[in-house]
């Protein structure tokens, strides 16, 4: 069993580098995908690992719904340790609530129909659940009725993963982090993980987790591992069973690696299972293949990213009984090289134009997505200063290149008309902000590249412990 990723070469994992290559080269040019990370494992060993600059190996990444597997590993640990049965109502678990709860159907959801999102709600019940109770989600969740029996519809429905944590939380008497940590994270070596808290204090447990890429990565391989790692079980097989194969049908979502069935906060697909969070963090484990394919990002159409590695990835590996195929060819060995130096270099581009001068210099009132914008230079070069509730937050601009300083990457140029256009990129998030600034006129609008979906430009960053 591993503890660390060894580096390899995809040829020596029987992976033809040419079909890395290509995968790459689908993910830069395919509309609406936008990569920042990827970490390729196989036999427990990196074939392939890459950050698109301003993106980096030591960062965190904001993970959105592929949070949902680190809580139902937290679950899953907790069954292991018999302090939850899934077989327990939810109302059990919160003994307070038996009096308000008075649904017949809601009694009778389950620990393990939360897990597969089978709380027999036709659809999401956060708005609803926030409405009912404010301050209780676990509360407002259980005084919203399922329409059908608890167990027979799929309905993807964030309460039910918050209330997974809550448990935990309940069972264990610590936050799911520190519960994770000694448990999870310190055996599998990932010493960044933080959570975004709700205003009671809970973690979010649906969504809010911040990791780098390699913490994904570890997930998916410890999964793959059948729950042992370094000779040390952390999951129970039959747990690794039941949260990787489909727990409830959802024959109905729109594309095609969405309707394969739901396990335990995972999702089935065309091929393997994965995890994954809205605009590209995806923690996909193909078992056949022995791989874990890790990745962040921010785009928009997810199914075209999945398309892409079952193009270009999946053919490259040779069958596990002969690592023979194109990666044993001589073609296939001398492809690593310039793979290598593929990944090395990888980058997003930054803004193009002409380069800042004097005229531009000044404050601009913004449109509301930034605020309290302010262009100045000194010896240094230019720097953007946002207005934000710590204070005033000053960055360098890159001008032909990115600029990183804190949880912030920035490139402007000027535009032919004179126009200044700014990208500020949120590098702990999948999150970028296109600023236009006109001189003239002393404005500023913007747009975001992706609608964030819990934070505002004030709160894009790791959460602080």
Known sequence: MTTTFPRSTPSALGID???????????????DVEPHSIVLLRHGRVAAEGWWAPYAADRVHLLYSLSKSFTAAAV???????????DATVLSCFPELDADVTDARSRRIRVRHLLAMASGHREE?????????PEDLVRGFLLTPPDEEPGTVFAYNQPCTYTLAAIVR???GESLVDYLRPRLLDPLGIDDLAWKRDDTGAELGFSGAYAPTAAVAALGQLYLQRGVWDGQRILDEDWVDAATS????????????????????????????RGDGAYGQFCVVLPEQDVVLAMTGQSLD????????????????APQDGDGGAAGTAAGVDADPGLEARLASLGLPPVQGGRLA??????????????????????????????????LLSVPIGQ???SVEGPLATSGATGPDGTVEVVVRFVETPHAARLRLDPTAGTATGEWTTQPLHDGPLTLRRPVD
């Open 170 to 172: 309940r069972a264990s």
């Open 246 to 273: 489909t727990q409830v049908d959802n024959p109905h979502e729109e594309n095609a690696d969405w309707r394969q069935g739901y396990g335990f906060q995972f999702w089935m697909a065309r091929h393997g299972f």
């Open 302 to 317: 997810m199914q075209a990213v999945l398309d892409a590695a079952w193009q270009h990835l999946l053919p490259a590996i």
């Open 400 to 402: 032909g290149a990115w």
């Open 17 to 31: 580098a040419r079909g890395i290559t290509a995968f790459l080269d689908a993910l830069e040019s395919t509309p």
């Open 358 to 391: 004097d005229a531009v210099a000044g404050s601009y009132e913004s449109d509301g997505v930034l605020e309290g914008l302010r262009l100045e230079s000194d010896a240094e070069g230019w720097r953007l200063t946002v207005d934000v509730d710590r204070g």
């Open 76 to 86: 899953g640990i907790a069954v292991r340790e018999g302090l939850v049965d899934l």
């Open 125 to 133: 019940t956060l708005q609803r659940a926030e409405a009912t109770d």
